[in-house]
């Protein structure tokens, strides 16, 4: 064989081989370039599910205090006018808010504690058998478009119909003894409403 085929044929299997190499060497990177694409669209996924499941979350945690908020409103003032439905919601707002008392909805309609054996709740319908602690107020019933008023209106509610340190209540056929130690404010309908005296950390 000459020389010339020769060296031809060593060009031409050097091209070859350089060939297959780089035909190898771009596969193997469109591998990774799809790889990691893959991975960066289950990271995406993967983050799209967990906002959803939060948002999900918040959406039920929020239906539930709503849920607590309208269930209060029910028992304490429902019959009456829609002021006075209000005035009940934003007591329990109000408290949500001070430090004094429970930083949610619910915890605030159900807290009660035990003295000398006996319960007493804060509000009195949470320690009467026969109310549903659990009971869906209807979203057309008037208690629950009082509570959801008073969340969307609180700021404007706190100034024209009870005050932010408006935190107690009672009804006007009972006299309990702390309210010799807190400041009327005003009475709606069947309840009497008082604000913490300003410095006073008693409840």
Same mark, same amino acid.
């Given at each position: 064989m000459q020389l010339t085929t020769k060296v031809l044929y060593a060009t031409l299997?050097?091209?070859?081989?350089f060939g297959i190499n780089y035909q190898v060497s771009q596969?193997?990177?469109?591998?990774?370039?799809?790889a990691e694409l893959k991975q960066q669209q289950q990271k995406i996924e /993967?983050?799209?599910?967990?906002?959803?499941?939060?948002?999900?979350? $918040?959406?039920?945690r929020w239906m539930k205090e709503i849920g607590c908020l309208a269930r209060n409103v029910y028992y304490e003032?429902?019959?009456?006018?829609?002021q006075g439905q209000k005035a009940v919601a934003l007591v329990t707002l109000n408290r949500v808010e001070n430090p004094m008392f429970p930083n949610t909805i619910c915890k605030v309609v159900n807290e009660r504690k035990v003295v000398k054996g006996v319960t007493k709740c804060?509000?009195?319908? +949470?320690?009467?058998? /026969?109310?549903?602690?659990?009971?869906?107020? $209807?979203?057309?019933h008037e208690s629950y478009q009082a509570a959801i008023t008073a969340i969307l209106h609180y700021d404007s509610l706190t100034e024209t119909l009870?005050?932010?340190?408006?935190?107690?209540?009672?009804?006007? /056929?009972?006299?309990?003894?702390? $309210?010799?130690?807190?400041? +009327?404010?005003?009475?709606?309908d069947n309840h009497i409403?008082?604000?913490q005296r300003p410095g006073d950390q008693r409840r």
């Amino acid at each position: 064989m000459q020389l010339t085929t020769k060296v031809l044929y060593a060009t031409l299997v050097m091209l070859l081989i350089f060939g297959i190499n780089y035909q190898v060497s771009q596969d193997a990177e469109s591998g990774n370039i799809i790889a990691e694409l893959k991975q960066q669209q289950q990271k995406i996924e /993967h983050q799209e599910q967990k906002r959803i499941i939060a948002q999900l979350e $918040r959406e039920d945690r929020w239906m539930k205090e709503i849920g607590c908020l309208a269930r209060n409103v029910y028992y304490e003032a429902r019959g009456e006018s829609l002021q006075g439905q209000k005035a009940v919601a934003l007591v329990t707002l109000n408290r949500v808010e001070n430090p004094m008392f429970p930083n949610t909805i619910c915890k605030v309609v159900n807290e009660r504690k035990v003295v000398k054996g006996v319960t007493k709740c804060q509000f009195s319908w +949470r320690c009467q058998g /026969h109310a549903n602690p659990k009971k869906a107020v $209807r979203q057309s019933h008037e208690s629950y478009q009082a509570a959801i008023t008073a969340i969307l209106h609180y700021d404007s509610l706190t100034e024209t119909l009870v005050t932010a340190d408006t935190l107690f209540f009672h009804a006007k /056929h009972v006299r309990p003894f702390w $309210r010799k130690v807190k400041q +009327r404010l005003a009475q709606i309908d069947n309840h009497i409403f008082y604000e913490q005296r300003p410095g006073d950390q008693r409840r």
